[in-house]
């Protein structure tokens, strides 16, 4: 049984930080994209960041760049996004998610994911 265990989520102030862990469980993570997304209420589900499988190749939102950091422990089965510099607009109920993906534009779409996590509520106040 596939499971994406998303941690780490909390209640912090602007300009504090937080690391984000996904556990997966039930495939050959190794074989997997990572990627994190992220929803704020009364907002679409937006794409934050995502690793190729061999975590070579990373990507970003515009919002999220040179604060976030994604990465990956394939011996942990475990996929990472640290947030610095947080702000106030970071506010939202993130998701892990995992996919087969072969090209660099397919990782910034939800549609290319096949595999989601419950969510971790990440709240920064200001």
């Known amino acids: 049984q596939v499971q994406l265990v998303e941690s780490g989520g909390g209640l912090v102030q602007a300009g504090d930080s937080l690391r984000l862990s996904c556990a997966a469980s039930?495939?050959?993570?190794?074989?997997?994209?990572m990627g994190w997304f992220r929803q704020a209420p009364g907002k679409e589900r937006e794409f934050v960041a995502a690793?190729?499988?061999?975590?070579?190749?990373?990507y970003y939102s515009d919002s999220v760049k040179g604060r976030f950091t994604i990465s990956r422990d394939s011996g942990k089965s475990t996929a990472y996004l640290q947030m610095d510099s947080l702000k106030p607009e970071d506010t939202a109920v993130y998701y892990c998610?995992?996919?087969?993906?072969?090209?660099?534009?397919?990782?910034?779409?939800?549609?290319?994911?096949?595999?989601w996590g419950q969510g971790t509520q990440v709240t920064v106040s200001s």
């Open positions: 690793i190729s499988r061999s975590g070579a190749n990373t």
């Open positions: 998610a995992s996919g087969k993906i072969y090209f660099s534009s397919s990782y910034y779409s939800a549609r290319s994911y096949d595999y």
């Open positions: 039930g495939f050959t993570f190794s074989s997997y994209a």
